[in-house]
């Protein structure tokens, strides 16, 4: 199954306390969002990532911020299932296609999706996604590329989150509002659930 249909949103994580990963991981999963992006922002996304892959089974953990083949080599060996890039490079491109595991690579404009296309890459996140035209563009974008289906992530909220599940092209949506660093820091799982819950309710 694609990667886009496995939940509408994907809970976009940055964890600066690898303690936290397992009992937020068991939090979102508990609401019905098993898919799981870690950004490698922090020293404790590749700790967090491991945690994850060896303590809550079913979560779907997966990197993100994937900026080079060093990225993709430390991330996969941490456990993660998947890849996701802010941008896209042919250098890039190509070790993600030799990753062994799905991803989505990052665009934002028309000729960017085109060139991934012409690699038979069909799947991928749009970002920054409201920055770069939001609902208007991935709109304008599903005339001339029919076949090709993205995750857009970046700034997208509960709120507008439905009118981008709506569209044709959207498989799902990043969301980083899953996961408030003031929750986080006071160990509030069950709210971390609870906007888990709606936010998977939104499909």
Not at 61 to 69: M, Y
Not at 82 to 96: H, N
Not at 123 to 135: L, N, S, T, V
Request: glycine residues 10%; hydrophobic residues 50%; contains cysteine.
């Amino acid at each position: 199954m694609s990667l886009l249909d496995l939940a509408p949103v994907v809970p976009v994580v940055v964890l600066d306390d690898a303690e936290t990963a397992v009992p937020l991981a068991r939090a979102l999963v508990a609401g019905g969002l098993p898919v799981i992006e870690v950004t490698l922002r922090t020293d404790a996304a590749l700790d967090a990532i491991r945690r994850i892959a060896d303590e809550v089974p079913d979560a779907v953990v997966g990197a993100g911020t994937i900026r080079s083949a060093a990225d993709i080599t430390a991330a996969v060996a941490a456990g993660s299932r998947f890849l996701v890039s802010p941008g896209t490079t042919p250098s890039l491109v190509d070790a993600l296609l030799d990753g062994g595991v799905p991803f989505l690579p990052g665009v934002a404009t028309a000729s960017e999706a085109m060139a991934l296309r012409e690699r038979g890459i069909t799947e991928m996140k749009f970002f920054p996604a409201e920055a770069a035209g939001g609902i208007p563009y991935l709109t304008s974008l599903s005339g001339p590329l029919p076949d090709v289906r993205f995750c857009p992530t970046g700034g997208i909220k509960l709120a507008t989150a439905p009118a981008y599940l709506a569209l044709p092209n959207v498989g799902c949506v990043g969301g980083t509002w899953l996961t408030p660093a003031d929750a986080l820091a006071a160990g509030d799982y069950a709210r971390i659930e609870k906007l888990a819950l709606e936010a998977s309710s939104l499909r």
